[in-house]
C-alpha cells in the first residue's frame, strides 16, 4: 500500500481539522495521521533519522523497534472539549485497520499501539493519551547508517590483544551474501591492516542472529565470510592464500537474540588471526 493511499484512508478515521493555529512553528502532522482529533493543536514535535522506542505491551518487557523515529504532542487548550481516552484510542486504533494494520497491544482508556507495512516498510505507530494531551510516536524501521569505522590500526591492536576483532560497517541485506556498496570503507581498511602486514593471515567468520533454521543461518553466514574474501582479493588485491572464511550462523552470539538491539550485533563480520 503506498503511503498516499495510507494517508487517503487515515484521513477518514480521525475527526479533526488539522493545521490548527496554536500549533508549534515548523511542526507538521506525520503522514500517517494527517489529521487529528478536535480541537488539539500540535504543540511539540522531534524527528530522528535513527533512534529506537520501548512500545507498550499488554504484559512483560516492552517491544523495541528502531529506524527513523518521529514524536509528535499534541494538546487540547480548552479542556472542556477534551475527548475520553476511549475515544481517542477507538480513533486511532480504527484508523490502523482502516489500513490493513494489525493491532499489537492497547490499554482501551489510555493507548493503543499497531504496524503496518507503508512501501514495503514496516511501520509502528503508537498513540497515547494523558490529561490534555495525546502523545504519538511513529517508527520507520530501517537499519542505522553506519558513519564510524573503524581503522586498520585499530584492527591490528584488536587482534594483537584477542586474536580477533568485529568489523564494523560490512552490511548485507537482509538473507543475502552480496555486500552492499557502503562496506566499502570498512573493506579498505581491512586491506590496509594486511598491506601494512605481510605476514598476517585472517580467518574471516560470517555471524548472523538466531532467527529462522540454524543450517540456513550457517550456510549464509560461510556465504557472507566467503563475499569479504573475495572482495578482499579481487577488488583490494590481497592475495587469497592469506584469507580463509568460515560460517558460525547463530553459534557465538555477544548479545541476546530476544530483541533486535541484541541480534543487529550478532549479525556481523569478524577477522581472527590465524598462527
Known amino acids: 500500500m503506498s503511503l498516499h493511499r495510507s494517508c487517503l484512508v487515515l484521513c477518514l478515521g480521525l475527526a479533526a481539522s488539522a493545521f490548527a493555529k496554536g500549533d508549534k512553528p515548523g511542526c507538521t502532522d506525520h503522514p500517517l495521521f494527517p489529521t487529528r482529533m478536535p480541537g488539539y493543536e500540535l504543540t511539540g514535535c522531534t524527528t530522528s533519522e535513527f533512534d529506537g522506542y520501548d512500545f507498550f505491551v499488554a504484559k512483560g518487557p516492552k517491544h523495541r523497534e528502531e529506524g527513523k523515529f518521529f514524536y509528535l504532542l499534541y494538546s487540547i487548550p480548552d479542556r472542556k472539549q477534551e475527548q475520553s481516552g476511549v475515544a481517542v484510542v477507538r480513533n486511532y ?19 493503543v499501539n499497531g504496524k503496518l507495512t507503508v512501501d514495503g516498510k514496516e511501520v509502528w505507530a503508537q498513540a497515547e493519551k494523558g ?5 504519538l510516536r511513529i517508527i520507520e524501521k530501517g537499519a542505522m547508517a553506519q558513519h564510524i ?7 591490528a591492536t584488536g587482534l594483537e590483544a584477542t586474536g580477533h576483532v568485529a568489523v564494523e560497517g560490512i ?15 570498512a573493506l579498505e581498511q581491512v586491506a590496509r591492516l594486511l598491506e601494512a602486514d605481510a605476514s598476517l593471515k585472517l ?12 543450517d540456513d543461518n550457517l550456510r549464509l553466514s560461510q556465504a557472507r565470510a566467503e563475499a569479504v574474501v573475495t572482495a578482499l582479493s579481487t577488488t583490494h588485491g590481497i592475495a587469497a592464500t592469506r584469507l580463509k572464511g568460515y560460517g558460525v550462523g547463530p553459534l557465538t552470539p555477544v548479545a541476546s537474540n530476544d530483541a533486535e538491539e541484541g541480534r543487529a550485533k550478532n549479525r556481523r563480520v569478524e577477522l581472527v588471526k590465524q598462527p
Open 203 to 214: 580467518w574471516v567468520v560470517g555471524h548472523t542472529d538466531a532467527v529462522g533454521k540454524v
Open 171 to 185: 552490511s548485507f541485506d537482509t538473507g543475502k551474501s552480496v555486500l552492499k556498496p557502503e562496506s566499502t570503507p
Open 93 to 111: 486504533e480504527n484508523a490502523l485497520q482502516k489500513v490493513g494494520g494489525h493491532i499489537e497491544a492497547s490499554d482501551p482508556q489510555r493507548w
Open 149 to 155: 569505522v573503524a581503522d586498520a590500526a585499530t584492527f
Open 131 to 135: 490529561n490534555g494531551v495525546i502523545w
